[in-house]
């Protein structure tokens, strides 16, 4: 066992000195498609440091949210950025020391925040677990985040939306029309997206019970998305204009909905016990798909209009 | 240790010396395409070895089935993007390596 115990140690030790050596890469690099890719390293490598710390469902979201498709994301932005002269870098600009400064007095006031934390805090493990009978799930993350703390859930989802009305009004225009996918990205993307629809349906189902729900589930949607964007799909033409709308903001509107009609019974986004399963479930599924669209919205990076009926 | 533990200690080792010659590939080749061809080497058979010494502990056929899942999903997606990767780069007029 002794031998077991010290092999765990040093590859704990290994992944936090690679998650810094990562971080440290990936801010010094000139070159932006580097910084990208290590950035997505980077999160894979985080997700794996929240499973070796117990928390499956914020590694679930890490993989998916932090390292996919914010990946996606700044590869859309890259390919948007006029291409610049990378010899030139930040370092060199004025007023750089003081970015520095401030950083480094960020790191020193979060290093002596943590070293002051209280040696063993008892949290609320256990009062959630008392009160978990009451709030219609069985998963403690998902009771959290949609029954005791929904709020915090709800404003979420309107900083996705706001997110995205922020790239609206940027006012790009489409792309000009790209050449088809190749037989195999073709090809590759038929076979997936079926199984991350599954995938998704999945992660929705179970969020109830294990680790899962509706961010999790909405960005594997999000990239079954992408993956059909990149491939060519015309899914900006198939969801636009009003429909697109109303996808946006069935999660966040729902959400709404919800607590007005439970805050003359029970308070303010709170769920009477009885009704609680099956209201959280409509409100999974509802802030599904709305995440899933925002965030493939956000990869497309324009506000698709409805089309024309045009020749094609 | 059983002779199951053996067989899958073996199998285990022999997929990470693949991962190992991968990476040692991927750092030492002179070239894209050949960088491309270290990796899915590893990608393909090492994990495939990795997958058929897990398979052997697994506690039911349902965990077979998954970890053959998991291999077929990186065999899928390993050779398309290889694919990919290596004609775009043609596309974009990067030589192979010759001699």
């Known amino acids: 066992m002794e031998k077991v115990t010290l092999l765990v140690m040093l590859f704990d030790v290994l992944l936090g000195l690679g ?10 690099s000139r070159d932006l498609f580097k910084a990208i890719v290590l950035f997505v390293a980077f999160g894979l490598l985080m997700a794996l440091a929240w499973v070796r710390l117990d928390a499956p469902d914020v590694a679930l979201a890490e993989a998916a949210i932090g390292a996919g ?9 890259l390919a948007k950025l006029p291409s610049r002269d990378t010899s ?20 020193v006031g979060l290093g ?23 709030s219609g799930v069985n998963n403690p ?5 949609l029954n005791f703390r929904g709020y915090d859930t709800l404003l979420e989802l309107m900083v996705l939306l706001l997110a995205l009305l922020g790239v609206w009004s940027l006012g790009r225009s489409a792309p000009t029309r790209e050449k088809p996918a190749g037989q195999v990205l073709t090809t590759l993307v038929q076979f997936l997206t079926p199984l991350l629809i599954l995938v998704a349906a999945y992660l929705l189902w179970a969020g ?3 680790p899962g729900g509706a961010f999790q589930a909405g960005a594997v949607l999000a990239a079954a998305m992408v993956l059909l964007l990149l491939a060519g799909w015309p899914l900006q033409h198939l969801l636009s204009g009003w429909a697109l709308r109303l996808v946006l903001v069935a999660g966040p509107a729902t959400f709404v909905a919800l607590a007005g009609l439970t805050l003359l019974d029970v308070g303010l986004l709170a769920y009477p016990p009885q009704h609680a399963g099956k209201l959280i479930f409509i409100l999974e599924v509802a802030a599904t798909f709305s995440i899933a669209v925002t965030l493939a919205a956000l990869f497309l990076g324009y506000r698709p209009r409805a089309s024309n009926k045009e020749s094609g | 240790m059983s002779a199951s533990d053996y067989l899958s200690a073996t199998l285990l080792i022999a997929g990470g010396f693949f991962f190992l010659a991968g990476t040692v590939g991927l750092l030492r080749f002179p070239d894209l395409y050949t960088r491309l061809h270290a990796l ?12 058929a010494g897990l398979a052997i502990q697994a506690e039911s056929w349902a965990v077979v089935g998954k970890l053959l899942l998991i291999w077929g999903l990186v065999l899928l997606a390993g050779a398309s993007v290889a694919h990919l990767i290596a004609s775009s780069a043609l ?3 990067v030589r192979p390596w010759k001699k």
Request: charged share 15%; hydrophobic share 60%; net charge negative.
């Open chain 2, 91 to 93: 596309k974009q007029g």
């Open chain 1, 19 to 28: 998650l810094l050596w990562l971080a440290w890469q990936l801010l010094e």
């Open chain 1, 208 to 210: 109830a019970d294990a």
């Open chain 1, 141 to 145: 993350v998902t009771a959290v985040l």
């Open chain 1, 88 to 107: 030139e870098s930040l370092a060199d600009e004025k007023g750089y020391w003081l970015l520095r400064l401030t950083l480094l007095l960020v790191a």
């Open chain 1, 69 to 77: 498709l914010t990946g996606a994301l700044l590869m859309a932005a």
């Open chain 2, 40 to 51: 899915t080497k590893a990608d393909n058979v090492g994990l495939g070895l990795m997958i």
């Open chain 1, 112 to 134: 002596s925040v943590v070293l002051s934390l209280p040696e063993s805090a008892p949290g609320l493990g256990a009062e959630i677990a008392s009160n978990l009978a009451s």
